[in-house]
Antibody, heavy 126, light 111 residues
Framework: QVQLQESGPGLVKPSQTLSLTCTVSGVSISGDDCYWSWIRQPPGKDLELIGYIYFSGNGYYNPSLGNRVSMSVDTSSNRFSLSLTSMTAADTAVYYC??????????????????WGQGTLVTVSS | QSVLTQPPSVSGAPGQRVTISCTGTSSNIGAGYAVYWYQQVPGAAPKLLIDTYNYRPSGVPDRFSASKSGSSASLAITGLQAEDEADYHCQSYDSGLSGPVFGSGTKVTVL
């Protein structure tokens, strides 16, 4: 059974960098032919994809976040991480890590999220 | 503002059928990309519920069904039960953004 668990600070000061880690169990990140994703949900608002990364390092970042986002994979510890710089109050949200077994072929793309972590609330406040 | 538009809320009595719409554009649903639906009970993470092809992960009852036409998709819940009270989110792929996009979410209330 695949399980994901987020870890990181619950409180971040404005302008600081958020660092979150997702620990994957039940499957090998490098052997599971999936993308590993970060999704967030501000209180009472919609889900927003932050981005996803493949074990090789290829991935996608939401253009709305500009160059504030970076992700990495550590196959030795079966974890992947998110870094989000220049945090503001607008970044206050529940952050989820998720597995994306999707792919794109010549005709379509099938990205979606079949397994989610429980989520971690990150509050930006001084 | 979400790329895909859903009604904020729908409601129904136990046993009734309710539908949730998800309206997109020619760069996502209208372009033929698959639509996925997630169920999120309060305080929990979203859970993959069903997709355009009516694939349901193990444990999801067949009371849930999905359809798509043009730039819109729909999720139907038949035989509504109290346990179906949750938020439902649609998700597809957008060629303009070159990535997945979510809907604005719909709260289902069982009367």
């Amino acid at each position: 059974q695949v399980q994901l668990q987020e870890s990181g600070p619950g409180l971040v000061k404005p302008s600081q960098t958020l660092s979150l880690t997702c620990t994957v169990s039940g499957v090998s990140i490098s052997g599971d032919d999936c993308y590993w994703s970060w999704i967030r949900q501000p209180p009472g608002k919609d889900l927003e994809l932050i981005g996803y990364i493949y074990f090789s390092g290829n991935g996608y970042y939401n253009p709305s976040l500009g160059n504030r986002v970076s992700m990495s994979v550590d196959t030795s510890s079966n974890r992947f991480s998110l870094s989000l710089t220049s945090m503001t109050a607008a970044d206050t949200a529940v952050y989820y890590c998720a597995r994306d077994p999707g792919f794109c072929n010549r005709t379509s793309c099938y990205h979606h999220f079949d397994t989610w972590g429980q989520g971690t609330l990150v509050t930006v406040s001084s | 503002q979400s790329v895909l538009t859903q009604p904020p809320s729908v409601s129904g009595a136990p046993g009734q059928r309710v539908t949730i719409s998800c309206t997109g554009t020619s760069s996502n649903i209208g372009a033929g990309y698959a639509v996925y639906w997630y169920q999120q009970v309060p305080g929990a993470a979203p859970k993959l519920l069903i997709d355009t092809y009516n694939y349901r992960p193990s444990g999801v009852p067949d009371r849930f069904s999905a359809s798509k036409s043009g730039s819109s998709a729909s999720l139907a819940i038949t035989g509504l039960q109290a346990e179906d009270e949750a938020d439902y989110h649609c998700q597809s792929y957008d060629s303009g953004l070159s990535g997945p996009v979510f809907g604005s979410g719909t709260k289902v209330t069982v009367l």
